[in-house]
């Protein structure tokens, strides 16, 4: 997934001359255009290279570089994070996705995960994440006890790639990761250029968006005062660990945010709940480690500080960098939903090298979120809120989420139904593109909604389907399947 391929634009099956075809000839993206025609103007450079190539995807290479005529940069103001209302005064937490009670989240080691993984790996079930881990730790044992032969291989190969993919996250941590060394000769280019080469660089690596913030004052919530120090759950943790954390400076030391992001497979992601789901976003979430570090590595190479945040063991919450940079705005389920979908993964990587910040976007997200609730009704634990309309929760305008309740779910069984059933999660075809067009019009919105029902289901893979089985069929692709 990490290997770069070349691919011809047959490979490909899409091409960008197809959409203009489609789309009348209208127009293309804003920033990223204005990106590439500049790469392609410095010497040296790979006119005609194709970028995003994860060989994980069979779709790939699907994601445009450049957006798309329909996704509008806006500005950036002080009573909103992307197309989310905020009242600054009273914004204590961004749309973050581990922490239903919605008190401030400042430590990072009570992110879910890292604090289900404390729990578990001591088997200390005080305290409400305690309580959580244990329940979830009795119904996945019920769950494997229950399995056919078949299913439990299936676990086995899932479960096994998820352990690989997260022991990145603790041998990547801050504590055992060797910086590279900042160059003392600095490469010296204006914030312009540094800005377009960084995002070829990225795309190049495999990343498939990448966009910058400034890390500011209306940044400051959402970075934690304590992080943590190691990796998550998953990954191996000797017993009786205590994460001791590790202090996060305010002012924070660097200026940009350098903001990734990549997406997980689209054939995996839809087996929704299971082994299988559970192993599509582990995997990425370990290359969103590998990523950073590329990048961090590059930039120090360049004679510049960086620090490339991996998960688990990050200084902030990614959500709001991801809206505020423009890669994504914040969806019904409380995760960044990119024009391409809700499986994006965000990375960042903050730093002082000279660079310009993206807007954010609006791509209609918002006012299509208020008429969908596919995530809402089809989540495995009812956790996301019905009500059509966000409410004001910690200063920010957005629908209701229990994190501690799935963080259970996804504990026991793992899941990614909300990301599976979002209309946006499509392939980069052109019929879906028209799709994506057409939703992103605010009165067309219900019609798209219906033709997203009628064409996966109101409630795909069946609404009787027994609660807790992996919901794939034999036929869904998987690695370890013959
Ligand atoms: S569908 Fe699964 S991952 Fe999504 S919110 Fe519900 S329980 Fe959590
Ligand atoms: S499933 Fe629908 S409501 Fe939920 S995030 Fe996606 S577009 Fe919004």
């Known amino acids: ?13 899409y091409s960008r001359r197809d959409f203009l075809k489609i789309t009348g000839g209208s ?22 290279m194709l970028f995003n190539s994860r060989l994980k995807d069979p779709y790939l290479p699907q994601y445009p570089t450049e957006y798309p005529w329909w996704v509008k940069e806006i500005d950036d103001t002080a009573n909103s994070l992307g197309t989310t209302e905020i009242v600054p005064n009273e914004l204590a937490l961004g749309s973050t996705k581990v922490n239903g009670q919605y008190q401030p989240f400042t430590d990072g080691r009570q992110d879910g995960f890292q604090a289900v993984g404390n729990a578990a790996t001591n088997q200390d079930w005080s305290g409400e994440w305690g309580k959580i881990a244990q329940e979830a730790v009795t119904s996945r044992n019920e769950w494997i006890a229950n399995m056919t032969p078949e299913e439990l291989q299936d676990y086995r190969f899932g479960t096994a790639i998820v352990q690989a993919s997260d022991h990145w996250h603790v041998n990547t941590a801050e504590k055992n990761w060797i910086k590279l060394p900042i160059n003392a000769a600095k490469v010296e280019i204006s914030a312009e250029e540094m800005t377009v080469k960084l995002k070829g660089v990225a795309h190049w690596f495999g990343v498939d968006q990448i966009r910058v913030c400034a890390i500011d004052d209306k940044m400051k919530p959402f970075l934690y005062k304590v992080a943590a120090t190691s990796g998550t759950l998953r990954g191996y943790r000797p017993k009786g660990w205590i994460d001791p954390g590790r202090p996060v400076a305010w002012p924070y030391p660097y200026k940009y945010a350098i903001v990734m992001g990549i997406f997980t497979s689209l054939p995996t992601h839809r087996a929704g709940v299971g082994p299988l789901a559970n192993a599509s976003t582990a995997t990425t979430c370990s290359d969103q480690d590998v990523y950073s570090k590329y990048m961090e590595s590059t930039i ?44 994006l993964r965000t990375i ?82 052109p019929t879906h593109d028209i799709g994506r067009v057409l939703a992103s019009i605010p009165m ?39």
């Open 1 to 13: 997934m990490l290997v770069k391929h070349k691919l011809n634009e047959k490979e490909r099956g």
């Open 27 to 48: 127009g293309i993206g804003f920033a990223s255009l204005a990106a590439v025609a500049a790469i392609k103007e410095l010497p040296g450079t790979n006119e005609g």
């Open 300 to 343: 120090r190479g360049l004679g510049y500080d960086a620090y490339g945040m991996i998960i688990a063991d990050e200084d902030c919450c990614e959500t709001p960098f991801a809206i505020r940079a423009g890669l994504a705005e914040a969806g019904r389920s409380g995760l960044a939903i990119a024009p391409w979908g809700a499986g």
């Open 348 to 429: 960042v990587v903050a730093t002082n090298a000279p660079l310009v910040p993206d807007k954010p976007i609006n791509f209609g997200l918002r006012e299509f979120c208020k008429v969908c609730g596919r995530c809402s009704a089809n989540c495995v634990s009812q956790v996301i809120g019905k009500d059509p309309e966000p409410s004001l929760i910690n200063g920010a305008y957005k629908w209701e989420y229990d994190g501690f309740q799935c963080m259970k779910q996804r504990t026991a069984f793992g899941c990614q139904f909300c990301v599976s059933v979002c209309p946006w999660s499509s392939p980069n075809t």
């Open 444 to 482: 067309l919105a219900p019609m798209m909604v219906k033709v997203a029902d009628i064409t996966y289901g109101k409630y795909p893979r069946g609404e009787n389907a027994d609660k807790w089985q992996p919901w794939h069929t034999p036929a869904d692709w998987a690695p370890w399947r013959t």
